[in-house]
C-alpha cells in the first residue's frame, strides 16, 4: 500500500521539480521516474517494517 502511493507521490514530485527548474518533457518524464522508483522503495520498506512490527 505504501509502496504504490510512494510510487504516485514520487512521479508527481518529480515531475515538479524537474518543471521547476526549467526542465522539458524529457525531463520531467525522467525525474518522475527516478523519483517514482527512490519513493517506491521507500514505501517497500516502510511496509515492511510496520508488517514486522505487528507481526
Known sequence: M???AGL???ALFGAWRA???GGDRRDMF???ATH????A????FV???IHR???
Open 41 to 44: 522503495l521507500i514505501g517497500l
Open 47 to 49: 511496509t515492511l517494517f
Open 30 to 32: 525522467q525525474y518522475a
Open 19 to 21: 518543471k521547476s527548474r
Open 36 to 39: 517514482a522508483i527512490l519513493f
Open 2 to 4: 505504501f509502496a504504490v
Open 8 to 10: 504516485v507521490i514520487g
Open 53 to 55: 512490527a505487528l507481526a
